[in-house]
């Protein structure tokens, strides 16, 4: 049957808008490139663990057994089952190999599966071992492992030859990162954060969280930078999910100059807050993994660029 002639204008708009946010293809360079990172900072991640698998994940740790399965009744591991100290270092070795695979670009889909499974497993054969921060690290391991991120920049795209992508796949990842920014500044409503401006002093004064003693110079740099870069770091978390959408909003309309790009001063300053924040905290590998989440936000063209620039050769 013929579609109606007064819904082929706004069908037809729908289709284009759906498109450019979301369905269509595009070159998978970003992709591949957020690949490679991402799993090597998960890579990274899991081999702290080398040397200590059989002290906190096998039989001969102190929670084993049925012990450990009533402990974490909610969790699913694979070493709740294959607990013996060889099967546990066996599946680690696994999980790391299948990370390299995964960077490497090589049996993509299955070497995602079997990391997807390491990590999954450790974190849920001992959740104790790990803190809110590093749910962002299973978070972004399962997006990635349901993308295609093989199509490019990878051994099998140099075998089969490289694939479009569609869009979905980074926007799904700036979703992740907004989702992540916009609720922890919605959770910060203590008067920390708010009426006495004390957040950061606390968080870098804290000696559970601290590199280095120094008290005296933060509080005197308390009132005059810690305190309203409390109050600014508040807010740019509160706005992120506001900046992805109007990075949406300037793709649908065709990137014009008079929709500024805010990519580079807004992510600019979660580089800055990150880096502090590695340097002056213990947060293991929850800042490398979010900028590495940075680059979904690279378009591929730009992505051939910063690899052409970095390698030397020709985009």
């Excluded at 740019?236 to 300037?250: D, G, N, P």
């Excluded at 790009?261 to 800042?287: C, E, K, N, T």
Aim: aromatic share 12%.
């Amino acid at each position: 049957m013929a579609e109606p002639t007064g819904l082929r204008g706004p069908l037809a708009a729908f289709d284009r808008v759906l498109g450019r946010v979301w369905l269509d293809p595009e070159d998978p360079t970003a992709l591949g490139l957020v690949r490679i990172v991402v799993a090597a900072v998960l890579g990274a991640s899991l081999l702290t663990h080398a040397g200590a698998v059989d002290s906190y994940f096998s039989s001969a740790s102190t929670l084993q057994g049925e012990w450990a399965r009533q402990a974490f009744p909610s969790r699913f591991s694979l070493l709740f089952w294959f607990d013996a100290p060889w099967l546990v270092r066996l599946c680690f070795a696994l999980g790391v190999g299948a990370h390299v695979l995964w960077m490497l670009g090589r049996f993509t889909t299955l070497a995602s599966i079997v990391a997807w499974l390491a990590w999954v497993s450790f974190t849920g054969r001992h959740p104790l071992l790990y803190s809110l921060p590093d749910q962002l690290q299973l978070a972004m391991c399962t997006l990635l492992m349901l993308m295609p991120s093989g199509r490019g920049l990878s051994l099998d795209a140099r075998r089969r030859g490289p694939r479009p992508v569609p869009v979905w796949c980074r926007r799904v990842l700036q979703v992740q990162l907004a989702t992540l920014y916009t609720a922890t500044g919605l959770l910060k409503h203590g008067k920390t954060w708010h009426a006495d401006g004390t957040a950061l002093y606390y968080a870098m004064a804290n000696p559970y969280n601290r590199h280095f003693e120094v008290p005296e110079l933060l509080a005197a740099l308390q009132p005059w930078l810690l305190r309203p870069m409390t109050h600014v770091v508040l807010w740019w978390e509160l706005l992120f999910a506001a900046f992805v959408a109007w990075q949406a909003l300037r793709g649908l309309a065709g990137r014009p100059r008079w929709l500024p790009d805010l990519r580079l001063p807004w992510l600019g300053f979660g580089v800055a807050m990150h880096l502090g924040i590695q340097a002056m905290m213990y947060v293991a590998w929850f800042s490398p993994m979010v900028l590495a989440g940075y680059l979904a936000f690279l378009r591929p063209d730009e992505a051939r660029r910063l690899l052409a620039h970095t390698t030397g050769r020709k985009a």
